[in-house]
Nanobody
């Protein structure tokens, strides 16, 4: 399983960005998909997730500003980020947690390489 994030960049406060996470490999398996972020000098923190059944959760600090969605046909998860603040600056990572697969012996979670978001 490979995860490739895209869509990061530099934006002024109040602006918007849309991140994408494309998943490839073992596409018949079912995953919960998450977004995490890590600011310089800080620990990685949970941002949002969408489980295999479509249930969604958000961290309190992004509620009402960020929205997660998925296109199952494209095996892609999106994070629409609105009203961005300087404190949203960081590397944003996509994570996949394996919930069901007909193939056994696979790792239970996967991370992408991240995409940088800078808000000034």
């Amino acid at each position: 399983v490979q995860l490739v994030e895209s869509g990061g960049g530099s934006v002024e406060a109040g602006g918007s960005l849309r991140l994408s996470c494309a998943r490839s490999g073992y596409t018949s398996c079912r995953f919960d998909m998450s977004w995490y972020r890590q600011a310089p000098g800080k620990e990685r923190e949970f941002v949002s997730d969408i489980d295999k059944d479509g249930s969604i959760r958000y961290a309190d600090f992004v509620k009402g500003r960020f929205y997660i969605s998925q296109d199952s046909a494209k095996n892609t998860v999106y994070l629409q980020m609105n009203s961005l603040k300087p404190e949203d600056t960081g590397m944003y990572y996509c994570k996949a947690d394996l919930r069901w697969c007909s193939v056994t012996g696979l790792p239970t979670n996967y991370w992408g390489q991240g995409t940088q978001v800078t808000v000034s």
